[in-house]
């Protein structure tokens, strides 16, 4: 497709509208990559699949497609048999949501009604209800894996938990001590290097048997872990290591389990890209009061009241082209201002929309060659 004709009729100025009224990245990347075809087939394909998605949208409303993201990454580490991290779990849930989503969106048709272009794609997807439950189950947030992924993490909680108020318990009790409080900068907990420790003043370190972790900028404050606790924060460590022990063993296990079903996620975020973009074009058309165009093959011309996209709606004015039928050749005149351009133009952006599978802003039943 020659460039400079598309850029001269505006074509990428449709497109970049079109991309708007996609949901996900991956939509707006088919629709920036959406050229007009030649092939009367696929024209007519997509022609129908922009009717039919807009006959659903005036029946049943938007569909949504958020959740869905980019899962390549992901589905190539997962080829490798690596494991993924909380994140990207979550962004299969994600997908995985949309296709229920989908499937409820696409089983809303009327039973009685003929089958659309649509049904095949919907009806392709797969439902992987399994895999979501599991990730939900395990994964709150992209930094936060819940106590019920497992059993032995709910453990490890629970006693990280108890140590913890041990050790607060103690370190609260020096702190609030009389006796110590003039020895102490502050009556505070603090930590330090991942330990807990109490601010101590400089001339009374002595005073405090432990280790010292920090010390404030002046050098007047130590930050000291009384030995009272260093079994506790020991405890406490090995406890963090056992967790994110776990926390690795939980993310490999549900990765194992998404591995089994990467052509299915891979055939899943297809359909939903595909689906994103036939509905933007539907969207589109809505938007602009677009019609489908009837296609001729004997060179024949028919708009009726045609309205070019870019241009204010309430302010364009409509026109009507015939060409190819009583006469092949139209010429068009009129003084400057007056037109021409944006009449030839309209003719031009509409047959590159129209073999782009997009709606014309038209009436019905306008013919374009």
Not at 25 to 42: F, Q, S, V
């Amino acid at each position: 497709m020659n460039q400079k004709v598309l850029n001269t009729l505006e074509y990428d100025k449709v497109i970049e509208r079109l991309k708007a009224y996609a949901t996900t990245e991956l939509g707006k990347a088919a629709c920036e990559k959406l050229e007009p075809m030649t092939d009367e087939p696929e024209i007519s394909l997509a022609q129908e699949q922009t009717q039919d998605a807009l006959t659903r949208l005036y029946k049943q409303g938007s569909i949504s497609f958020f959740g869905v993201q980019d899962l390549g990454a992901s589905l190539k580490r997962l080829k490798m048999k690596g494991t993924l991290s909380a994140g990207e779990l979550l962004e299969i849930a994600g997908l995985l949501e949309a296709v229920k989503n989908a499937l409820a969106y696409g089983a809303q048709r009327d039973d009685m009604a003929d089958a659309d272009s649509l049904d095949s794609v919907f009806e392709s997807l797969v439902p992987m209800d399994g895999l979501l439950k599991d990730i939900r189950h395990c994964i709150i947030s992209p930094e936060e894996i819940s106590d019920d992924a497992s059993s032995a993490l709910k453990d490890i909680r629970r006693n990280m938990k108890l140590t913890n108020q041990k050790i607060h318990s103690q370190l609260t009790a020096m702190v609030s001590s009389s006796s110590n409080k003039d020895m102490l900068q502050d009556a505070l907990v603090t930590m330090r290097n991942g330990r807990y420790c109490i601010p101590v003043k400089q001339e009374y370190r002595g005073q405090f048997k432990g280790m010292i972790h920090d010390q404030s900028s002046s050098g007047s404050t130590l930050f000291i872990e009384p030995m009272a606790v260093v079994t506790l924060n020991n405890q406490l460590k090995e406890l963090e290591g056992q967790e994110q022990t776990e926390i690795e063993r939980i993310l490999a296990l549900l990765s194992e389990q998404a591995s089994y079903d990467m052509d299915s996620l891979a055939q899943n975020q297809k359909l939903l890209v595909q689906l994103d973009f036939i509905f933007a074009k539907a969207k589109y058309a809505k938007d602009y009061n677009g019609s489908k165009p009837i296609f001729r093959e004997d060179g024949v011309i028919n708009i009726k009241q045609g309205r070019h996209p870019l241009l204010d709606p309430k302010k364009v004015v409509p026109i009507n082209v015939s060409l190819g039928d009583a006469f092949s050749m139209l010429v068009i005149t009129g003084p400057n201002t007056g037109g021409k351009t944006v009449s030839l133009k309209t003719v031009g952006l509409f047959t590159l929309m129209g073999q782009a599978g997009l709606h014309i802003p038209a009436l019905d039943r306008s013919e374009l060659a």
